[in-house]
């Protein structure tokens, strides 16, 4: 895996990401907003379903308006988030920042399978209702959570390169008094 990281890293794309004085702050802007679309529509469906907004309408009928937004968002911001991991590959991947970032991702997307092939099939039972199954309300709480945690880490990033770098936080914490 590291000679393919290593190799990434010293690509062409690579090179001309971080040769450009335009592409890598585009490529992150772009990246940032899509995220920021991503965890902002999910964050919608999940209050309705946690019961603090939208109570007015139908939980299919917020997902049916949402969930469209959120993957292209999320296309976007995997494009734009694999283009800023190809511009400096080697450090991404011994960042534990983006690591966790990555599997916060994982378990968002889990998170997301089991309510839709689980809870989400009995919908027509609570879909109107403003206080929804124990179900429902626990992967909204999940999702948000985890949604949130995805923003942390990622904006811990770019200033943890050093510090959440495997190996580097050993050698600061021997080096205190």
Not at 37 to 53: F, K, N, Q
Not at 78 to 88: A, Q
């Amino acid at each position: 895996m590291e000679n393919f990281i290593s190799w990434l890293g010293q690509s062409s794309l690579a090179q001309a990401i971080q040769i450009s004085g335009w592409m890598f702050p585009t490529i992150e802007s772009v990246h940032v907003v899509a995220i920021s679309l991503v965890v902002g529509v999910i964050a919608i469906m999940d209050l309705r379903l946690l019961g603090i907004t939208s109570n007015a309408r139908a939980v299919t009928a917020v997902s049916r308006d949402t969930l469209p937004w959120v993957w292209v968002a999320f296309v976007i911001a995997v494009i734009t988030g694999m283009l800023m991991f190809v511009s400096n590959a080697e450090t991404y991947y011994n960042n534990r920042a983006f690591l966790i970032k990555m599997v916060l991702i994982v378990l968002a997307g889990i998170n997301m399978l089991v309510f839709e092939l689980i809870t989400f099939r009995s919908v027509a039972l609570w879909d109107r209702d403003v206080s929804l199954p124990a179900p429902a309300k626990i992967a909204a709480a999940l999702s948000l959570s985890l949604w949130v945690g995805v923003v942390v880490f990622g904006r811990l990033i770019g200033f943890t390169l050093d510090f959440f770098s495997a190996g580097d936080a050993s050698r600061y914490l021997t080096t205190l008094p």
